[in-house]
């Protein structure tokens, strides 16, 4: 059984691994940070913490952490293969299910939404930005269970909860 120490103000922690707490930051390879900037900035929110000619940090607006995505340039890079191994998708989530509804908007308004999902414990939108990168959107749900993934059907689910949207 593995040995349970207190971490002050994040409940318990096991001993058993290596202590991880939170992913903090993603780097990815783009074939043009220019248009990558432009994409996270304007359809995800993402701020410029600092930019060099070949590559940015981003990060998101409010927190106290130095960056959550590094860009870097690399020309002439091929798009994701589907068919070989490789990393499926990096996370954000929102606080708010509004959130979920205007980041599906401006996801539909880029050309980047490929997918979504309810998987009873969250609500997902997965959308690929403009190298072809996968990413997932998603809204805990604070009720949820884990029920198996269904699609989503975001306008019934605001219904449910009496959320109006303007």
Do not use: C
């Not at 990168?133 to 009496?162: K, Q, S, Y």
Request: net charge negative; no cysteine; proline share 5%.
């Amino acid at each position: 059984m593995a040995k349970v120490r207190p971490d002050p103000g994040r409940g318990t922690q096991t001993t058993t691994g290596i202590g991880l707490k939170r992913l903090q930051h993603l780097v990815l390879w783009v074939s043009d940070v220019e248009r990558s900037v432009r994409f996270y900035r304007g359809v995800l929110g993402f701020e410029v913490k600092t930019r060099y000619p070949n590559a940015a940090f981003l990060k998101i607006p409010g927190s106290p952490d130095d960056h959550h995505l590094g860009l870097f340039e690399q020309t002439g890079v091929a798009r994701p293969d589907e068919d070989v191994a490789r990393m499926y998708h990096s996370a954000w989530e929102v606080g708010e299910i509004t959130d979920l509804v205007r980041a599906r908007q401006r996801l539909i308004e880029a050309g980047a939404l490929v997918g979504s999902s309810d998987h009873g414990v969250s609500l997902s939108l997965y959308a690929k930005d403009p190298d072809g990168l996968e990413f997932e959107i998603f809204w805990t749900v604070p009720d949820g269970n884990l029920v198996g993934t269904r699609p989503l059907d975001l306008e019934a689910e605001l219904a449910r909860r009496g959320v109006m949207m303007a």
